[in-house]
């Protein structure tokens, strides 16, 4: 992988990660832009203890641009984008509208190829290997930051989701504290190791689903399996067998193996609600240790959180989606249509020949 980093007009930072070492990058950004100003801040709920980001500024962002105008493609003769060069493997740049900024952290976006039409699942093994190297210099290079607590990459795929712009991409989020899903994890954690003088959680939930009927497929370095209380109606959790707090720990072993499972999941995804359906449409979400203190999670060290990647639709069966109604997002009690074993033994039916 070689990577270089590089300014947009208006002051941004761009990287570059290209598969071959010879590569150059040396085209400049010509569009006529100003400074970004953003209004990012976060406000603490003093009730739920929890985080909003106010960022009044993203009313303006790109919304549904026709293909010919994707600001996400290569800049091709006069059509210029957020992409100053003709070509590229994966880029990450800094949001221009960001829902986090400053001192309130770091957004990022994440194109994962250049061709608009494409999408992850129709990656090489390398390309997918390409974008976990960047996904993981990206996490190291944020930790860095004085105002980042959590590194968070992910990926919403579909109009259903919410998505604005259709070329295959991601975005990184670099917070300024704990997410509160990350929260509630590391408690349970801490809970657990109390009552069981030491057991760590994470791996005693990996042990039970390795055991059980709900794994959907399985390697050497990878295990991936719907969740016995799975929120989503297809929701599939992947986990490394060897625990590590985040994407800086996989070994090489680990690695070297995640395209070809990942990539298979995806394809999976995409088979679920047969050939003659849209593409699914889905969340997929690397789950990391935060990089602060874990002071308020007694007993609980950096090292007995488990990085894992959350992968889930909400689609619930062919032509129907699933809503977050009252009981989900007035009280945050979900409630699953798909039994978690079928959902898993649907995905194990569509794997590929």
Known sequence: MKKTSTRLADGRELVYYDLRDDTVRDAVDRRPLERTVTTSEVRRDPLLGDSVAIASHRQGRTYHPPADQCPL????????????????????FENRFPSLAGDSGRCEVVCFTSDHDASFADLSEEQARLVL?????????????PSVEQVFCFENRGAEIGVTLGHPHGQIYAY????????????????HKDATGGENLFDAVLDEELAGER???????????????????????LYPKRRVPDLLGLDEAARTEFPKVYLELLRRFDRIF??????????????????????????????????????????RTSGKLKFLAGSESGMNVFINDVPPERAAERLREVASS
């Open 133 to 145: 190297d960047a996904w993981t210099d990206r996490t190291s290079e944020l930790s860095h930051l």
């Open 274 to 315: 047969g050939e003659t359906e849209p593409p699914t449409p889905y969340i997929s979400a690397w789950h990391q240790a935060p990089f602060g203190q874990l002071e308020e999670f007694e007993g609980v060290q950096r090292d007995d959180f488990a990085l894992h990647l959350e992968l889930f639709t909400i689609r």
């Open 176 to 191: 300024p504290f704990t997410t509160p899903r990350t929260a509630l994890m590391l408690r349970s954690l801490a809970a």
């Open 73 to 92: 493609c290569p800049s091709d003769g006069e059509r210029l984008s957020e992409i100053p060069d003709s070509s590229y493997d994966v880029v990450v």
């Open 215 to 237: 794994v959907v497929l399985e390697s050497e370095e990878w295990v991936a399996f719907v969740p016995y209380a799975a929120h989503w109606p297809y929701e599939v959790h």
